[in-house]
């Protein structure tokens, strides 16, 4: 049933009264071609893909008529795998404290991270230092206006089988990492695949470093985990084109956003509380390309782990998702996906000392991590986005913060992610990978590398390195 809303662009904002309330999925007509866009909860609508134009017509689309689900997963276009998903339940060997939900709000309306290691930024700081910026020259290296130089990006090398011994890791940019088990799994985190990380296009939040293949070069995917809803991290357009190719893909999501994924038409969803987990088992009933040989049935359990961070995707919703790191087994391998996350808060540092001088409460959510769902093969931890550290301490870890969560979670390699993407911070592109490389050094860790004319050289990259765009690194 389509139901035409009459209501056309004014820039990119459509008011409340054209549309009405409640969340839509509109179709657009932009000169005569087609696009999908969604509108929030309160009704008024932003153009998340940077489409529309003065005058482009919206049509509200009933989501219900629009949806094909298919129990049948596949990855090739050819019915190969029946997957089947259990429902979430309790992890059994789960911290003491897990069923407290200390991190649900009473009035149930939303989130929060119940540790005194995360402090609220004040957000008139945040302003008014932004303004100072503007006068003075900024104490920590400022983003330079004219983009900065790409990241060095080859075209990924993956299986086109489902048959290797080792586990697999290819960083497609940001947190996106695409994951090749030996079970013959094959999981996409956080995808976003488009040029700005935003719903507002403006220049700087361009990607500096594009994604070293798109969507439809990928052999397989199976899984999708999503780790929260900022869009740096969770992106319509990219989740559309997922499930576009792999109709049999399962998304698993944080507390709150399946009715993100279904009002977007996408149904194959499995949302999880921290502390909970989720079986998915893929049973072969048919020829897949790649697929001869395999095991008749991958099996994989997929667990959602505490975060210290928050979610937003218009003014109105700070918090009323939940944000999560992951745990993945299948086959015996185990990989631990971070997310997006803070270590400490660091609100202020006196002149001449370093902010990890200072004694200051860390988040004891990793320790768990490690203690109940660890040891982890692999280790995909963010690195980068956190100058300076008063306003983004609580929300992302820096290098050395990374180095911690790394111990405590019981990694045993590790691999950066969340750097060399987009300029969302103060800090220079390379800092990342050299605060890791003096962090490892601190700990004890390796880090002996310099610093070559393209980056970092391959023996600084020690048990916890990070990986060339696109470059595939093997556990
Ligand atoms: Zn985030």
């Not at 505490?306 to 185990?334: F, M, V, Y």
Request: charged share 25%; net charge positive; with cysteine.
């Amino acid at each position: 049933m389509h139901k035409e809303a009459g209501a056309r662009v004014r820039g990119i904002f459509v008011t409340l009264r054209e549309l009405g309330f409640g969340r839509k999925r509109l179709r657009v007509r932009v000169r005569g071609q087609k696009r999908d866009f969604i509108s929030s909860l309160l009704g008024y609508g932003i153009d998340t893909r940077g489409k529309l134009g003065r005058g482009s017509v919206l049509r509200a689309v009933n989501s219900t008529a629009t949806v094909k689900m298919s129990g049948v997963g596949t990855s090739t276009g050819v019915a190969a795998y029946t997957v089947t998903t259990s429902p979430a339940k309790s992890v059994e060997n789960r911290p003491s404290d897990a069923d407290s939900k200390k991190h649900h709000l009473k009035n149930g309306k939303g989130f929060q991270n119940p540790w005194d290691s995360f402090q609220e930024l004040k957000i008139i700081k945040f302003f008014a230092d932004a303004l100072m910026r503007r006068f003075k020259p900024a104490p920590t290296p400022s983003p330079s206006p004219s983009p900065p130089a790409p990241l060095p990006t080859q075209p990924p090398s993956l299986l086109r089988t489902r048959s290797h011994p080792s586990l697999r890791a290819t960083w497609l940019g940001h947190a996106c990492y695409y994951l090749e088990f030996p079970s013959g799994l094959r999981v996409l985190t956080d995808p976003v695949f488009e040029p700005y990380c935003s719903p507002i296009h403006l220049p700087h939040l361009r990607r500096y470093t594009d994604p070293p293949c798109q969507i439809e070069d990928l052999p397989f995917v199976d899984a999708v985990l999503v780790s929260h809803n900022h869009y740096d991290h969770l992106s319509l357009g990219s989740v559309r084109r997922v499930k576009a190719k792999f109709p049999g893909a399962r998304f698993w999501v944080p507390l709150g956003l399946k009715s993100w994924f279904e009002s977007s038409g996408v149904k194959n969803v499995c949302e999880v509380d921290w502390w909970e987990e989720g079986e998915m088992e893929m049973r072969r009933v048919g020829k897949e390309e790649g697929g001869e040989g395999r095991e008749e049935v991958i099996k994989a359990t997929f667990t959602a782990l505490p975060a210290q961070h928050n979610s937003k995707r218009t003014p109105w919703d700070t918090g009323k998702t939940l944000w999560c790191g992951w745990g993945i087994e299948s086959g015996g391998r185990k990989v631990y996906f971070a997310g997006d996350t803070g270590y400490r808060t660091v609100t202020s540092v006196p002149s001449g000392t370093s902010d990890h001088d200072l004694d200051l409460p860390h988040c004891p959510a990793f320790s768990q991590i490690g203690a109940h769902a660890g040891p982890f093969d692999l280790g995909l931890i963010p690195i980068g986005a956190y100058e300076p550290r008063w306003a983004f301490s609580a929300v992302h870890a820096d290098p050395r913060d990374a180095v911690s969560i790394f111990l405590d979670t019981r990694c045993e390699r590790g691999l950066g992610m969340h750097w060399g993407t987009w300029a969302l911070t103060y800090e220079g592109v390379w800092e990342p990978v050299r605060g890791l490389v003096g962090a490892l050094r601190e700990r004890g860790l390796g880090g002996d590398g310099k610093e070559g004319e393209e980056g970092w050289e391959e023996e600084s990259r020690g048990v916890f390195g990070w990986s060339g765009v696109g470059e595939t690194r093997e556990f």
